[in-house]
C-alpha cells in the first residue's frame, strides 16, 4: 500500500535559477496565469547571501563585505510532469530551453509586478544575467520550498548565452556606438520604438507591441527618408509604406482587445522589416557622416 501511495505522488517540473542582488519582487509565492486565466506556474521567490569574489582582499574590511545578496527564483510548473520515468525524463529534458521558458515567466511576473508599482525603471532577468541554473522535479510541496527530488545543472553565462555582436548587415555594434559617442550619429526615435515593440513581442505581449509598432513604423519612414540613398533602403521605405494599412488594422485590433493569427503574423513580419530597414541605414552611412544637425547635449 505504501509503495501505491508513493506512486501516486504528483511530480512537477521545476527549473531554479539565480540572480545577483534583488529583483523587483517580494520574497514568497506569485501565480503567473496565461490564457483564460489558467494557472500557468507558481514562482518561489528567495533572497539569500552569497560569497563575494574579491581578487584581493582588503585588510580590516568589514565582514559584511564578504557576502551579497542573490535571489533564487523557483518555477514550479501548474500541470503535473507527464512521465512515468521522471530520472529518464530529466537525463533527456532540454535544459536551455526550459530554462528559456523559465525566464519568459519571470518576465511576465516582472512586468506585471513593475505596473502594479507603477515603476518605469523595472529590473528584467536576462539569460546572461543567471550565475546558477537548475532544471528539477519534484513533489508540489517541494516546489513551493523551492527544493526538488532530483535535478540537473544547466550551463548559464558567457558560455551558456552568447551575445550577439554584430548586426545582419555585417555592421559591428561598438562601431556604431563609437560613432554615437563621437556624436557623428544619433538614435532615432524609430530605434527606440522598435527596441520596445520587440521587447513587448519577446515576452508575449502581442498587443502592446502591435501598438508600439505603429508609432515605431510611422517614425522610421519618416527618419529613413533622407537615407534613401543607402544601399536597398529605397525599396524598404516602400515596404514600409505599403504595410501601413495591416499595420494601423492590427493596431486598432489591439485596442479592441486582441489580434487574431494573420495580425498576430503581420505584427511579427513588419516589425523584422522596420528592423532590418534601420540596419541598413546604420550599416549604409559613411563613416564620419552626420546625420545632420543634433540635439544640444
Known sequence: MADQAEAEVELFRIVQVEVPGEVDLGDGRWTVRGHANRARAVVVVETTERP???FRRIRGAPDEEAVQLATKLTVVDA???????PERWLARAD???AVTEALEVLRRLLHLAAVAAADPDARIVRPRDLTRATIAFGTGAEGAYGRWTSGRT???GPGGAPRLRRAATGTSSDERLAELLSGRDAVLAAEVLTLRARQDLTDGRV???ALGLRMALEAAIAELE?????PHLDEAIAG???ARPEVADAASAAVRGGLDDAQDAVVRAVLQAVATALARRAGGRRVGERLGPLPPG
Do not use: F, K, Q, T
Request: a positive charge; charged letters at 40%.
Open 52 to 54: 563575494r569574489r574579491r
Open 79 to 85: 500541470d503535473p510532469l507527464e512521465a512515468r520515468d
Open 95 to 97: 535544459g536551455s530551453a
Open 154 to 156: 544547466v550551463p548559464v
Open 207 to 209: 498587443r502592446e507591441a
Open 226 to 230: 533622407p537615407w534613401r540613398a543607402a
Open 240 to 242: 514600409l509604406r505599403l
